[in-house]
């Protein structure tokens, strides 16, 4: 699985990004797909996942300002990001688990600044 992610930028504290991560294969059995993210000098940490029966997990950090989605028809996975804090400053990566296997996006790059 080769995972794309896009949507990153540069955004105003308050504002909203929406990242997109495109799979180079069916979606449809793909366990779980979602998102982590590393800022700088830190690990990287866990942002939001959903199954593939579609339940949902967020980072307490996050959760009722992003929402994590599927498109099985598009093959994506994506993150709505709203109401954006300097501290989500960081590089966001998806990830996928199939097959026993946990498979990476190359990230993209979220700034939110004044």
């Known amino acids: 699985v080769q995972l794309q992610a896009s949507g990153g930028g540069l955004v105003q504290p308050g504002g909203s990004l929406r990242l997109s991560c495109a799979s180079s294969?069916?979606?449809?059995?793909?366990?779980?797909m979602g998102w982590y993210r590393q800022s700088l000098g830190k690990q990287r940490e866990f942002v939001a996942l959903m199954s593939d029966g579609g339940n949902t997990n967020y980072a307490a950090s996050v959760k009722g300002r992003f929402t994590v989605s599927r498109d099985n028809a598009k093959n994506t996975v994506n993150l709505q990001m709203n109401s954006l804090k300097p501290e989500d400053t960081a590089v966001y990566y998806c990830?996928?688990?199939?097959?026993?296997?946990?498979?990476w996006g190359q990230g993209t790059l979220v700034t939110v600044s004044s």
């Open positions: 990830y996928a688990m199939a097959d026993g296997t946990t498979y």
């Open positions: 294969r069916s979606i449809t059995g793909i366990n779980v």
